[in-house]
């Protein structure tokens, strides 16, 4: 069956610093990929999303490549800002199941 | 404003005590599905549903149950609750299941 992998947390880091949070699957078929985030307390919600290899999804200065000949979608950000603390999700969204990662709770500090 | 909804939020019940959580969506999706969070777990699907009438088991479905009569409803079963299913339960609807996954507030069930 399907699966995700992603690095495990938690990763601090300081206030401008680049951050990479490594995400790599399996699966059969022709999957989309997403990255959702969870704020303290809140549910989930879409951070980036890309539904083709060698898509890239892009959103609030956070980037995602499907990368299908290394199964990988890492998300990617330049500059974090203590805003971005929360946990991240990989996740796989198949013809049926819907298969998510492990999460990685990211920490800012000032 | 398109949203998902689950009632309730909290819950303390205990072993064995029959309870159901509901989830509504407005956004007429296809697609709903049940999550439970857990610690260094993730979220693991429980259910999901296609369409109406259509409900198949995701990676944990023991000891729950789904039902899909109407397309904005999908309520969550647990007919003989353990303390093993206290968890944090989310219902999500989407087009479809490739498609973007929206997501209700969660509810924080507490077995005892």
């Known amino acids: 069956g399907n699966s995700v992998t992603q690095m495990e947390g938690p990763v601090t880091l300081s206030e401008e610093a680049f951050l990479t949070i490594n995400c790599t699957y399996t699966a059969t078929g022709y999957p989309s990929l997403f990255w959702y985030v969870q704020y303290p307390g809140e549910g989930l919600q879409l951070l980036l999303k890309?539904?083709?290899?060698?898509d890239k999804g892009s959103n609030k200065g956070f980037e995602a490549t499907y990368r299908k000949e290394t199964t990988s979608f890492h998300l990617e950000k330049g500059s974090v800002q203590v805003s971005d603390s929360a946990v991240y999700f990989c996740?796989?969204?198949?013809?049926?199941?819907?298969?998510f990662g492990t999460g990685t709770k990211l920490q800012v500090i000032p | 404003e398109a949203q998902v909804t689950q009632n309730p939020r909290y819950l303390i019940t205990v072993t064995g005590k029959k309870l159901t959580v509901t989830c509504s969506q407005n956004m007429n999706h296809e697609y709903m599905s049940w999550y439970r969070q857990d610690p260094g777990l993730g979220l693991r699907q429980i259910y999901y549903s296609m369409n109406v009438e259509v409900t198949d088991k995701g990676d944990v479905p023991e000891g729950y149950k789904v039902s899909r009569k109407e397309k904005r409803n999908f309520p969550l079963i647990l007919e003989s609750p353990s303390p093993n299913q206290t968890s944090l339960y989310f219902c999500a609807s989407s087009l479809a299941g490739v498609s973007e996954q929206y997501f209700g507030p969660g509810t924080r069930l507490t077995v005892t």
């Open positions: 996740a796989l969204g198949g013809y049926q199941k819907v298969t």
């Open positions: 890309a539904t083709k290899a060698d």
